[in-house]
């Protein structure tokens, strides 16, 4: 006999490995959806395409370090950097032609008068946001350290998302 599940239970069963994780460090389902949730809440809010990719490539190298981190045994050799790139590629390239946002950058010291090549500036903020993700472990340990051991609750995930901000708000108001 075919039971008819409720929207309840299909978001319990979406949600229960979040909950029965062992453990998580540096990038955890918490950071994973804040990451989502902020490049919905740019789209929502009307920003720049070249912002919204700004967090989905955030997003998607959280999702990759998360995901190196729950394969235990190694496998092959640098099998983290593999997984992370895989799934970072995986998210974010699909996604480049719906934020595609070409533009020009001239480079004045090409020829004798310049030059202007048409750059996809998607792309380039896809990385940079991942880019900012990947470093925040690093800056955290810093901060931590220069802050003689102590640290904030959810410390990297706050240097993340302030940084984020801080580059998404410059990037809104410069293209």
């Known amino acids: 006999m075919v039971r008819n599940v409720g929207f309840r239970n299909l978001v319990l069963f979406?949600?229960?490995?979040?909950?029965?994780?062992?453990?998580?460090?540096?990038?955890?389902?918490?950071?994973?959806?804040?990451?989502?949730?902020?490049a919905g809440a740019a789209v929502w809010l009307g920003v720049s395409k070249v912002v919204?990719?700004?967090?989905?490539?955030?997003?998607?190298?959280?999702?990759?370090?998360?995901?190196?981190?729950?394969?235990?045994?190694?496998?092959?050799?640098?099998?983290?950097?593999?997984?992370?790139?895989?799934?970072?590629?995986?998210?974010?390239?699909?996604?480049?032609?719906?934020?595609s946002a070409i533009g020009p950058l001239y480079l004045s010291f090409i020829g004798e008068y310049g030059s202007t090549f048409a750059v996809d500036y998607s792309l380039y903020s896809g990385l940079l946001g991942?880019?900012?993700?990947?470093v925040s472990p690093a800056v955290s340990r810093k901060v931590t350290k220069w802050r003689n051991g102590k640290h904030v609750p959810f410390q990297i995930m706050l240097l993340s998302f302030v940084a984020l901000l801080v580059v998404g708000t410059g990037i809104q108001f410069l293209i």
């Open 52 to 99: 919204v990719v700004l967090f989905i490539g955030a997003f998607a190298m959280s999702m990759g370090m998360w995901f190196a981190k729950l394969v235990k045994k190694k496998y092959v050799p640098f099998q983290n950097t593999i997984i992370i790139a895989l799934v970072f590629s995986l998210t974010l390239f699909p996604l480049l032609p719906l934020f």
């Open 130 to 134: 991942g880019l900012m993700v990947l």
């Open 14 to 38: 979406l949600l229960a490995p979040v909950f029965l994780a062992k453990g998580v460090l540096a990038h955890c389902p918490l950071c994973t959806v804040g990451a989502g949730a902020a």
